[in-house]
Structure formats: C-alpha cells, structure tokens
C-alpha cells in the first residue's frame, strides 16, 4: 500500500480497508495537524480537530465522493479551524456580555430593592 496514491487508498477506504485508511491516516496526519496548529496555537485542539476530520471520514466513506483527498483534508482543517474560532467568539461575545452587567457599578441587591 505504500506505493499507492491517496486517492486510490481512499478508494479502498470507501471499501471499508481499514489497512487502507491507516496508511491514509499516517502518510497526511502530521500536515493537518500543522495546519491546525499554525492556526490555533494549541496543541490538544489541533489534534482534536484532526482526529474529528479522520472520523467522520471513516464514518460517512461509503457516501463521499473524493476526487483529491488531499486537499479535502486539509479544507476540512481549515473549515473546522474557522468553527473552532466562531464559537469561541460566540463564547467571548456572552462572556463580555456578562462583564458589562457585571461591571455596571450597582450590586445584583441593588436591582432587586
């Protein structure tokens, strides 16, 4: 399997080849979990990330249609990387909320005399 494509490791993936995916798992890991650490700065959710994107491939295989798995790795990074930074945004959003009325100079007893 070593001298076989991706693309045509993917295609044994889509056959359930477990040896398949494994080597497809090993020979693209490292670059996906350096996109999403450039990106994040973290090293445990750069491997969270990766490790979500390896299983939903295996999970949905028989129902993806794949002409480069490279590249759709790596956009899957970069999808699930803008996710990580849209909820934490989300987070941040309510957390400044709550430091606003936190911050607003009265104590929660003062609003309810």
């Known amino acids: 399997m070593r001298s076989m494509s991706l693309e045509d490791l993917f295609l044994l993936v889509k056959e359930s080849n477990e040896g398949a995916f494994d080597e497809l798992y090993h020979r693209s ?14 090293e445990n959710i750069a491997k969270e990330i990766v490790q979500d994107i390896y299983i939903d491939l295996w999970e949905k295989r028989d129902r993806k249609t794949i002409q480069d798995i490279d590249h759709y ?3 899957a990074v970069r999808f699930k990387v803008i996710d990580k930074f849209r909820k934490e945004k989300k987070y941040f959003d309510e ?4 430091v606003e009325k936190l911050s607003d100079g009265s104590t929660a007893d003062e609003r309810y005399i």
């Open 29 to 42: 890991w490292k670059k996906l979990y350096e996109i999403a650490f450039r990106r994040l700065q973290d």
């Open 73 to 75: 790795l790596c956009q």
């Open 95 to 98: 957390l400044e909320t709550l």
